[in-house]
């Protein structure tokens, strides 16, 4: 019982730093109810499997298979997104004012936002193996208030090859869809992009931390001028790989 002025504060009673205590552990507890996520979509893909949208105080997520593909800030904050590595793949490489980009996997498109809001892109090229995906991001994910943007729906093997046999070039392509493959199994998938980056541009592939980006870096060294493995935070699962300056004339043996 909370002491009031009717009620003096007795031997069996909380004095006034309890009842301040109390208050704030009561805010608190209407802050988690308030809070608490709500799912805004629920859906499921033959190719993607159980899909939802679930909005977490100000922060929208997709996930997929219960893990968290992309992130969409609800009042428009991007600032929040720093520490994540959609915004550090961007980081930790230059790129030019106007950059011609690829985006091997489309999530919610956070990364489509964050190259909107850091440079300002003549293109933007996705490649995106399910429909569902697709329609998900449009219409939760802000996709469809963006600027022109190149959606292509096919896997990234075919996608790729296409682009390459076309002779498309980007200044930056980032790779998202062999974060937990095996080194040996996303290798080629790695090497067949070689020849899609443009000779001042840069290649960025997101790995899991457990899996050991080393020696695939080495083999990315005889293809790029430069070859760095960064870790986004200590205790986040993503490694970035960032390669640039690919040498040209390895990149069309790739």
């Not at 293109?123 to 939760?140: G, H, K, L, N, Y």
């Not at 996303?186 to 067949?192: D, E, R």
Request: proline fraction near 7%.
């Amino acid at each position: 019982m909370v002491a009031t002025p009717e009620s003096p504060t007795g031997a069996g009673s909380p004095g006034p730093e309890a009842t301040d205590h109390a208050s704030s552990a009561g805010r608190r507890a209407a802050l988690r109810v308030i809070e608490r996520p709500r799912i805004a979509f629920r859906g499921w893909s033959r190719l993607s499997g159980k899909i939802r949208v679930v909005d977490r105080g100000r922060e929208r997520q997709l996930m997929v298979h219960g893990e968290i593909l992309s992130i969409y800030p609800l009042d428009g904050n991007w600032t929040r997104v720093r520490r994540e590595y959609w915004w550090k793949a961007l980081a930790f490489i230059e790129l030019p004012r106007r950059p011609s980009a690829l985006l091997v996997g489309l999530g919610g498109g956070t990364q489509i936002h964050l190259l909107h809001r850091l440079t300002s892109p003549r293109q933007i090229t996705v490649i995106e193996r399910d429909p569902v995906i697709v329609r998900v991001a449009s219409e939760w994910f802000g996709l469809d208030r963006v600027g022109k943007l190149e959606i292509v729906c096919a896997e990234a093997e075919t996608a790729i090859a296409g682009l390459a046999q076309a002779g498309r070039r980007f200044d930056y392509v980032m790779e998202d869809v062999t974060y937990a493959d095996e080194p040996e199994v996303a290798l080629p998938k790695l090497l067949a992009m070689v020849p899609l980056v443009t000779p001042r541009g840069s290649l960025v592939i997101n790995r899991h931390r457990h899996g050991d980006p080393k020696p695939m870096a080495r083999t990315l060294r005889f293809y790029f001028g430069e070859v760095k493995i960064r870790r986004v935070r200590r205790t986040g699962e993503n490694t970035l790989i960032c390669c640039s300056r690919p040498l040209v004339s390895r990149a069309a043996d790739a």
